[in-house]
Nanobody, 127 residues
Framework: QVQLVESGGGLVQTGGSLSVSCAAS??????????MGWFRQAPGKEREFVAA????????YYGDSANGRFTISKDGAKNTVYLHMNKLKPEDSASYYC??????????????????WGQGTQVTVSS
């Protein structure tokens, strides 16, 4: 049973930095064929792909919203994936969701590829 628990959201000023974490259980990072990713959703907007990585190879993928400001990383020893966000803007305010695919999936950038989701953590960027 895969379970994902996000943490680390909060309030930050424009231009600031924040990191959010996703602790995964039920997945062995070192040998996993899964990908894990971050999506975000603001009120009244569609869910948006932010970043993803493949657990075994560590290949990374970013959406336009990341735009060189965000970095996704993992710590296999802690079974945790991180999203480090820099130069935050008010438009980055959203609930950020961690997700994991099944071992076979089509695209790291499509929400439809992800079978497991965390509960979300709120990031608010004040102007």
């Amino acid at each position: 049973q895969v379970q994902l628990v996000e943490s680390g959201g909060g309030l930050v000023q424009t231009g600031g930095s924040l990191s959010v974490s996703c602790a995964a259980s039920g997945i062995t990072f070192r040998v996993s064929r899964r990908a894990m990713g971050w999506f975000r959703q603001a009120p009244g907007k569609e869910r948006e792909f932010v970043a993803a990585l493949t657990l075994s190879a560590g290949s990374t993928y970013y959406g336009d919203s990341a735009n060189g400001r965000f970095t996704i990383s993992k710590d296999g020893a802690k079974n945790t994936v991180y999203l480090h966000m820099n130069k935050l803007k008010p438009e980055d305010s959203a609930s950020y969701y961690c997700a994991a695919t099944r071992p076979s999936y089509s695209s790291t950038m499509s929400a439809n590829s992800y079978a497991y989701w965390g509960q979300g953590t709120q990031v608010t960027v004040s102007s």
